[in-house]
């Protein structure tokens, strides 16, 4: 899960310093920039995988400062994604106009472009104008052509994660999240989700805070792709209509209420447009097979998560109750697998 755009002013330098010296060498390349070395670092609040930091210089003319995005990985992460697969996808995107461009890399992060767009909050993906932006700029990524195979990941992934959760946990812990019975539930989905099924490059991880916004132009940007990969849609889309019960700037921002999952009539407004956005226009019957894809996709979305959360309790030190929010979401799970799939 990616960073979002709430600030706070750290007055103490946390930077690496080959990150600092790459800061230095990018600002002194700036003619505007009086002085490389007189650089804010400001944290950027909500990061659950990464640290991230906002970096202003000063400029002669005093008039708007120059900035960029400092990225240090997470410890630990390495387990859920492949690092340099994701910066060969930043890079692609880049070049795609999809996103920001990629300044620098150090050893345990990277410089990336300032977009000057506002990312979202929680409110504004229940927004009717903004959720029609999200939605015609999602269709967009997923037509996109990423260099190499077009596999679907997900299965494979969430098999992954399991291992790792198993090998990890405690026992007490395996037991009380039912991880073993967890590879059947796994294999009963991959069975009855993955006939006829649309494909594409999908974000995965689609929460507000990886959606920015350009009050101006009105133009979305999704950033921050460390789970990107060719996946169903009705996955990525399952996932973003799941988001809408978090909120990750309150003071407890572990806990998910689904009291805010979309109703049927938003989620049939924003694949209408989704699907309508390339121009062409869906039948009804188009429309409903997505719907209910996408729902039964929200199961896979829930054990992606939990078990996220209970391998990102054991691997990273930021301060997030991983493991209720994992224990949400396999609660979630189960409740809603009968409805879904007909069966207990």
């Not at 995005?69 to 340099?84: A, C, K, M, P, W």
């Not at 903004?130 to 260099?147: R, V």
């Not at 019975?181 to 999908?202: D, H, T, V």
């Not at 921002?253 to 109703?263: C, M, V």
Request: contains cysteine; proline residues 4%.
């Amino acid at each position: 899960m990616g960073a979002v755009d709430t600030v706070k002013t750290n007055k103490e330098n946390p930077l690496p310093a080959d990150a600092k010296k790459l800061l230095h060498s990018i600002a002194s390349k700036w003619s505007d920039v009086a002085d490389p070395n007189a650089l804010q670092v400001i944290r950027l609040k909500g990061a659950m995988t990464n640290e991230v930091y906002q970096i202003k210089w000063p400029t002669r003319a005093g008039e708007m400062s120059r900035k960029v995005l400092v990225r240090i990985y997470g410890e630990g992460v390495d387990v859920f994604f492949n690092r340099e697969d994701e910066i060969r996808t930043f890079e692609c995107m880049s070049k795609h106009g999809q996103g920001p461009r990629l300044l620098g890399r150090f050893a345990n992060g990277r410089i990336e472009e300032f977009i000057r767009a506002r990312t979202l909050s929680a409110a504004d993906l229940r927004d009717p104008d903004i959720s029609a932006l999200i939605a015609a700029k999602l269709k967009e990524f997923h037509e996109l052509d990423m260099p190499g195979p077009k596999n679907v990941k997900l299965w494979d992934r969430l098999r992954d994660w399991l291992s790792t959760a198993k090998r990890l946990s405690p026992p007490e812990e395996a037991e009380a999240f039912c991880l073993n019975a967890l590879g059947e539930e796994i294999s009963e989905l991959e069975r009855k989700l993955s006939s006829n099924q649309r494909m594409g490059f999908c974000h995965n991880d689609l929460q507000y805070g990886n959606i920015m916004i350009d009050e101006e132009t009105r133009s979305i940007t999704i950033i921050d792709y460390e789970y990107a990969s060719y996946n169903p849609v009705a996955f990525d889309i399952a996932n973003h209509f799941c988001e809408m019960a978090a909120d990750y700037h309150t003071d407890t921002p572990h806990i998910l209420d689904y009291d805010k999952y979309p109703g049927l009539e938003e989620r049939q407004r924003f694949l209408r447009t989704y699907l309508s956005s390339s121009g062409h226009q869906p039948s009804d019957s188009e429309v409903e097979k997505l719907v209910r894809d996408v729902e039964k996709y929200t199961l896979a979305s829930h054990l992606f998560w939990g078990l996220w959360g209970i391998i990102s309790e054991l691997v990273n030190e930021i301060d997030f109750d991983y493991l209720e929010y994992g224990r949400q979401r396999f609660k979630q799970y189960w409740l809603m697998k009968p409805e879904l799939l007909g069966s207990s």
